[in-house]
């Protein structure tokens, strides 16, 4: 067994399971370091180089090594407690990997010290002052708060904590005490203040050398600064990330191919990782704060391009998957041209030939079409699916919600009924015999066109002859929804729809995989609604608009949050605000309700008596969000405006201008508007376009928020931001797109770490199983 000499008379025998992990042999040398937790790191050394494990071509056995070390959990490491731990994985963070890739999210300067003469307003400030006072105060409406003048020889901050121990602070914030403090500095009339600032105290006597000198992980640096701060003090968080990346940084090992590397100037992972975390004390903080250092770049290279690596496979995968090629017969198509009551657009007429000529192929399609609100997608949807219904296959289209799979319901199920098509509604909703005999209808293959939510891909739903899946408002699902949709048939077609305008990056991490079609006009005669916010005030001159608009002979829609009012909020709801303006605003006039929670048949009347004219004013919720289609509705309102995302609003908005003549969109708000509330709804009055309106909406919200509620088509990025490197994932697309056209399955040698790594990250996520 070999040996290591400790000293002259002692020696330690080494295990054999540790001889056959490092594959030692006579004569080799080895490196051995005991981690503060107690724990011997034993390393083979290559006595012409690094241990082994630094160099990306390491062997097998070294990447589990590697794959081992970063699995640790975090308890592992010194500092680290149960009580640690356990916030940590609240927040994602439960072993070495989860930290590495934890960034700061900003980063402070305490290369020196700021004068406090010269504290800058809107900027994250360190300095050193002197307490000069402390005194606790009331507001009017009865609310505690500390103030607390510091100053040094340049000047004076007023400091103001609203949350605090007032027998603790008093003892800790005496006059004449120094210390070291950080936050932003606002400024109030000719005041500067500082709210709920950090504190380091100087010992008495101790000078700011001393305390440098003391402290080198916090002070005379640029010191990064966590997002995970509730409940955990950044100091803690910053010793115990300081000992993850010393340790572990080197167990990142790259995988980006060496030519990608050289020609972006990347840096490897693990030196991006260190100076991601630790900044040098010569590195720029405007770029830092930017994330636009090499590192910053270098990471979300390396995220972005797995992720578009995955997507080129997926896309490539399709084109050898066998299809079902369709025959383009015109038999229905035609037919339903001649019931229509107007052309289509050039836009529809572009899209369907496109749509075609990817159903005639004999591999599987999968496109995108990507239009405005009132384009006429679900028109050209249904086109599609008559293709499919001619060949004698049968179609799905699944819907977000109940309500609108109803509305596409209600709106092909009238079509198809004229041409003698059957179309059956499941929704989860739905129950026992009503549910098992469109189960039966689906099976026998007699459903030929099936409309639904997500209980169209439930396991108990069987499809006799599945040629085509349409998924409408697609980024409500994930890439798994679609998965399991074309497991419902033999490699179907997939058509995929979305009224929401999606910016090119968002469209490029979310949708990568499918071909694009965009309509991009709207059919003839439609307006511009012009749109205005207005606030309680003129809420009687907003209800005269609408009393002009009925008398001139046209309609209105009211559209409020909520069905009813609920004893918390103080939103108005549809069903007592419908009452009240039936009964004392508009007796005269006749008024409708809609909501979500009315049975299919019902809202059909309602809709159907709208459209007849026989209701002047429709009170709704979002509900009609899309699908109504009434040229004479002119004017709209929607109350507490303030409550909806842009792209909803604007979705709702397009119910209206469907004629030729004027309408107009009313932002009816409490006047109550944050900051980004009225950023919202002024750009709401500036623009009809949908696109500026969807870049605007994800600078506010961030893609996730979005996409609705942390959707499951949006990839999860620990590094990347879509918003910030639009430019880095357009560049890593191209060179990944690049490695897939010359190796489709990823096979040869030197792409093997490629295929490994792409189905460690993606392989589950993406549907990637052929590769894992």
């Given amino acids: 067994m070999p040996i290591v000499k400790l000293q002259d008379t002692t020696a330690l025998p080494l295990p054999d399971a540790v001889r056959e992990a490092l594959a030692l042999k006579a004569g080799d040398s080895v490196s051995m370091e005991v981690g503060d937790d107690g724990v011997l790191m034993v390393r083979r050394m290559d006595l012409s180089g690094p241990a082994i494990g630094s160099d990306p071509a390491t062997t097998p056995l070294q990447q589990s090594i590697h794959r081992k070390n970063l699995a640790t959990p975090m308890g592992a490491i010194k500092g680290v407690g149960p009580k640690l731990a356990e916030q940590l994985a609240k927040k994602g963070i439960s072993v070495i990997e989860d930290a590495l890739f934890l960034l700061p999210h900003r980063y402070e300067d305490r290369r020196s010290l700021s004068k406090v003469g010269r504290l800058r307003t809107g900027f994250h400030e360190v300095f050193h002052a002197e307490v000069f006072s402390c005194e606790a105060k009331t507001t009017k409406g009865g609310k505690h708060f500390l103030e607390v003048m510091v100053g040094d020889e340049t000047g004076t901050v007023m400091l103001k904590w609203f949350r605090f121990n007032p027998v603790f602070m008093r003892k800790t914030l005496r006059v004449g005490r120094n210390g070291v403090f950080t936050g932003e500095v606002v400024q109030y009339g000719f005041q500067k203040e500082i709210h709920h600032p950090e504190v380091e105290w100087l010992d008495e006597g101790t000078d700011l050398a001393a305390l440098t000198a ?181 179609v799905a289209i699944m819907a977000p919600t109940e309500i609108l799979a109803e509305q596409h319901f209600l709106t092909i199920h009238r079509w198809c009924d004229a041409l003698g098509i059957r179309v059956a509604l499941l929704t989860s909703g739905m129950k026992g015999k009503a549910k098992t005999a469109v189960l039966e209808e689906v099976a026998a293959g007699t459903a030929q066109i099936v409309i639904g939510t997500h209980a169209v891909i439930q396991e108990k739903v069987e499809f006799n002859r599945l040629g085509l899946g ?65 606030f309680e005030s003129r809420r009687s001159q907003v209800y005269g608009i609408i009393r002009d608009e009925v008398k001139n002979g046209r309609q209105a829609y009211i559209i409020y949050p909520l069905v009813e009012e609920s004893e918390k909020s103080e939103l108005k709801a549809a069903s007592q605000m419908a009452e009240h303006l039936a009964g004392d605003v508009f007796p005269e006039l006749r008024v409708g309700l809609l909501h979500g929670r009315m049975k299919p048949e019902e809202k059909e009347a309602v809709m159907g008596a709208f459209k007849a004219g026989e209701t002047d004013i429709l009170v709704a919720t979002t509900v009609i969000e899309v699908g109504i289609d009434v040229p004479n509705a002119t004017v709209m309102v929607i109350e507490h405006a303030e409550r909806f995302g842009l792209s909803q609003l604007h979705q709702l908005r397009g119910r209206v201008g469907r004629g030729s003549e004027k309408s107009r969109c009313i932002l009816l708000s409490s006047g109550h508007l944050s900051e980004d509330g009225e950023k919202r709804l002024r750009v709401m009055e500036s623009t009809n376009d949908g696109f500026r309106i969807a870049e605007t909406d994800l600078e506010i919200r961030g893609p996730g928020d979005f996409l609705g509620t942390r959707q499951a088509g949006l990839p999860d990025f620990r590094v990347a931001n879509i918003l910030r490197d639009g430019r880095i994932l357009e560049a890593a697309r191209e060179d990944a797109f690049a490695v897939v056209e010359k190796d489709p399955g990823l096979v040869s040698s030197e792409n093997f770490g490629l295929r490994q790594e792409l189905a460690r990250r993606w392989g589950g996520r993406l549907e990637l199983a052929a590769i894992a």
């Fill in 214 to 394: 003391k402290d080198p992980l916090n002070f005379g640096r640029i010191l990064p600064v966590y997002p995970l701060t509730e409940g955990l003090h950044q100091k803690t968080l910053r010793k115990v990330m300081k000992e993850v990346v010393d340790r572990f940084s080197a167990d990142v090992e790259n995988h980006l191919p060496g030519g990608v590397m050289e020609r972006h100037h990347l840096l490897p992972q693990d030196e991006a990782l260190r100076e991601a975390h630790f900044p040098g004390h010569d590195a720029d903080l405007a770029r830092l704060n930017a994330g636009a250092t090499v590192a910053h770049k270098t990471l979300a290279f390396d995220e972005l391009f797995f992720l578009e690596l995955g997507l080129a496979l997926k896309r490539r995968g399709v084109a050898l998957e066998e299809g079902i090629p369709f025959q383009v017969s015109h038999r229905y198509t035609r037919e339903l041209l001649k019931l229509l009551p107007f052309q289509l657009t050039n836009a529809q007429r572009r899209v369907l030939s496109e749509i075609k000529n990817d159903l005639m192929l004999p591999h599987p399609m999968h496109r995108l079409v990507q239009g405005d609100v009132g384009c006429g997608k679900t028109l050209v949807a249904l086109m599609a699916a008559l293709v499919a219904v001619e060949n004698d296959y049968q």
């Fill in 470 to 534: 349409i998924i409408d408002e697609q980024h409500r699902f994930g890439v798994l929804q679609r998965g399991i949709l074309k497991r419902k048939g033999l490699n179907p077609h997939i058509l995929v729809m979305t009224a929401t305008p999606i910016p090119r990056t968002l469209a490029m991490t979310v949708f990568g995989d499918l071909s694009l079609s965009v309509i991009d006009e709207l059919p003839p005669g439609r307006t511009p609604v012009e749109t205005r916010i207005a």
